[in-house]
């Protein structure tokens, strides 16, 4: 768990600085380093993609992830979560305030839970205490907090405890991961969060098109499966 209570408090750290220096900065060089890391992003998701050696997999991961984040209605309860969350600590701000204060903890959020790191750094973490995987994500998700928080604000923060979650969650549960992920797996559960990475990356960073990225997050769980259930047939 301190690889992720390391990752939290960078997160926390990098959106308080990034929301103190939002004042000091221009409109023009906020826009900037935002659309510099959306670019980022989307190469990285792209990088991601091609460690897939059946991309037929990641394709159904997608589909079937889809459509059981609609059913569950993922993207909508994230939503509400921000709207309760606005509701509670950032008051009197107005509709647009609302407005930026969701886009930036699902922005946040999103970006923070998704890829390898976030998995393979919290496995390795709960297994053998090494949380170097997790230090690097730290650093990489507190200057992402930084340029997040100056544009979109207190929203940022909050994406904290979904992190906490998620990753605390999966180190816990490492040992019982460890009994049946293989190598096949875990690569095309990372090429699936590189195909979502760069729906994130278009949707809410580069504002090219509005994708409903949380409704994907069940391909996470998907991928891996589809490839536990092929090598049972074979």
């Known amino acids: 768990m301190i690889g992720t209570i390391i990752n939290v408090a960078t997160i926390l750290a990098g959106g308080l600085l990034g929301m103190f220096l939002g004042s000091k900065l221009k409109d023009r060089l906020k826009h900037t380093v935002v659309n510099g890391l959306g670019l980022f992003t989307f190469s990285y998701a792209i990088s991601l993609f091609l460690k897939t050696e059946n991309a037929l997999i990641v394709l159904g991961s997608l589909l079937i992830g889809m459509l059981l984040g609609e059913w569950w209605k993922i993207e909508d309860g994230l939503t509400q979560l921000g709207v309760r969350l606005e509701a509670r600590f950032n008051r009197n701000n107005g509709i647009e305030g609302s407005a930026r204060f969701i886009k930036g903890f699902l922005t946040s959020t999103l970006l923070f839970i998704i890829g390898p790191m976030a998995i393979l750094g919290s496995i390795q973490d709960g297994l053998t205490g090494n949380f170097d995987t997790l230090l690097i994500k730290?650093?990489?998700?507190?200057?992402?907090?930084?340029?997040?928080?100056?544009?979109?604000?207190?929203?940022?923060?909050?994406?904290?405890?979904?992190v906490f979650v998620y990753q605390?969650?999966?180190?816990?549960?490492?040992?019982?991961?460890?009994?049946?992920?293989?190598?096949?797996?875990?690569?095309?559960?990372?090429?699936?969060?590189?195909?979502?990475?760069?729906?994130?990356?278009?949707?809410?960073?580069?504002?090219?098109?509005?994708?409903?990225?949380?409704?994907?997050?069940?391909?996470?769980?998907?991928?891996?499966?589809?490839?536990?259930?092929?090598?049972?047939?074979?």
């Open 168 to 234: 605390g969650g999966i180190t816990l549960l490492a040992q019982q991961v460890e009994k049946i992920a293989t190598p096949e797996m875990m690569n095309e559960l990372t090429a699936t969060g590189g195909v979502i990475l760069a729906g994130l990356a278009i949707s809410n960073i580069l504002e090219i098109k509005k994708i409903r990225t949380g409704s994907f997050l069940p391909a996470l769980l998907i991928a891996p499966l589809i490839v536990l259930i092929i090598s049972i047939i074979k």
């Open 138 to 162: 730290a650093i990489l998700d507190g200057f992402a907090a930084m340029a997040f928080a100056s544009s979109l604000g207190v929203g940022v923060l909050f994406s904290a405890l979904p």
